[in-house]
């Protein structure tokens, strides 16, 4: 069966001292309803990486960071299947 093509996501975690921030996935969601997961969500086409993280922080938490690090990067191939 087809997989759709891999898909672009940025999460990211808030620090304060021992403390990180998570969120508890909605249970009407698709993907792992009522998961304590890290914020994020989708790269535009196109999108800087950096650009994905400051957008999402904005529409998420309605914040402006002053610095943004990417730390890892890990591909997960999509089981999804193409309609």
């Given amino acids: 069966m087809p997989t759709a093509e891999p898909l672009d996501c ?3 975690m808030v620090v304060d001292g021992k403390r990180v921030l998570a ?3 909605k249970l009407i969601k698709r993907l792992a309803p009522g998961a304590v997961a890290l914020p994020g969500g989708h790269v535009e086409a196109g ?3 950096a650009d994905a993280l400051h957008r999402e922080l904005a529409e998420e938490l309605d914040v402006d960071p002053l610095a943004v690090a990417e730390y890892l990067r890990v591909h997960v191939p999509s089981t999804r299947a193409v309609r």
């Fill in 10 to 12: 940025v999460a990211f």
């Fill in 23 to 25: 969120e508890k996935r």
């Fill in 47 to 49: 999108e800087p990486i």
